[in-house]
Nanobody
């Protein structure tokens, strides 16, 4: 079973910081790209940031300059460092990875894996 699991969410005051982690596990040959998305109450899910296997990053305008995405390939982990948080950042944050891996003995070139999400709440 190839999966990704998020952690690091919680309650933080406006202006504070949090670091989210996304750990991929299972039979993994490579992780091509990983993105963080978020979904606030009553709103559509939106892309926050992504990082490619070569380290290219992209950020949504709303988080540019405040959030930093990074990866540790030795740990199959991607981080989202969030700083200067404000109440508009309150959402469930989801990790999404494109993984080459194996499930039940079958090798898949492209698996689109989503985590269950971690809740970030920013109080004013």
């Amino acid at each position: 079973q190839v999966q990704v699991v998020e952690s690091g969410g919680g309650l933080v005051q406006a202006g504070g910081s949090l670091r989210l982690s996304c750990v991929a596990s299972g039979t993994i040959f490579s992780i091509n790209a990983t993105a963080w998305h978020r979904q606030a109450p009553g709103k559509q899910r939106e892309l926050v940031a992504f990082i490619t296997s070569s380290g290219i990053t992209h950020y949504a305008d709303a988080v540019k300059g405040r959030f930093t995405i990074s990866r540790d390939n030795t740990k199959n982990t991607v981080y989202l460092q969030m700083s200067r948080l404000n109440p508009d950042d309150t959402a469930v944050y989801y990790c999404n990875s494109q993984i080459e891996g194996s499930i039940q003995g079958w090798r898949y070139k492209y698996l689109d894996i989503w985590g269950q999400g971690t809740l970030v709440t920013v109080s004013s």
